[in-house]
């Protein structure tokens, strides 16, 4: 499974751009903060050409305060995230981010996102520990000013030390409560 390549980390250079961004924006005045929102993932994940690993499933808990720019909503955000898949290696993955969330429009929201972290990875017989970050496209309904609603679709990397690194995408539902 893991002895395919082993990738290169210029990769995780432009990772790190959406965690140095959410960092300048936790910074942005308090007048533009909209509020707090926490915020919950439910997906189906699928390993991308792992052997051993198939699909799975999974969650993110999401953390961040939303701020409200007109026809923009910037969500700086932490948060955490653990999946498992099936198959021979009977896999999981866990990790911890820093990252942010664009949304455009007010009722029906599309998102980009991107963050950028620590992981592991669970096998059978070990496992691995190293950088990782994820990328996706989002689609809220924002049904009131405190709910949010909707569908998503991300791929994530762990970049690990050993013979290769760890891939796989994910897709589901998710909602996000402010207070």
């Known amino acids: 499974m893991l002895e395919r390549m082993r990738r290169s ?20 005045p308090n007048e533009a903060r909209a509020g707090s929102k926490v915020a919950l993932d439910l997906d189906f994940a699928h390993g991308i050409d792992e052997d051993g690993i198939t699909s799975g499933t999974g969650g993110v ?31 999981s993955h866990y990790s911890a981010m ?22 592991r990875l669970d096998l059978d017989q070990g496992g691995d520990t190293g950088a990782t970050f994820d990328v996706g496209l989002a689609l809220d309904l924002v049904l009131l000013p405190f709910l949010d609603i909707g569908i998503h679709g991300a791929y994530d990397v762990l970049l690990t030390e050993g013979e290769g690194n760890f891939d796989w995408f994910r897709v589901g539902i998710h909602a996000a409560i402010g207070f």
């Open 9 to 28: 980390s210029s990769s995780l250079g432009v990772s790190l751009v959406p965690a140095i961004f959410s960092i300048g924006v936790l910074m942005w």
């Open 98 to 119: 820093v990252g942010a969330r664009f949304g455009f429009g007010a009722g029906l929201r599309p998102n980009v996102f991107g963050h950028v972290g620590i992981g």
């Open 61 to 91: 808990l999401r953390f961040g305060q939303e701020l409200d720019l007109a026809a923009v909503a910037l969500t700086p955000e932490l948060g955490i995230s653990y999946h498992t898949f099936a198959g021979s290696l009977d896999a």
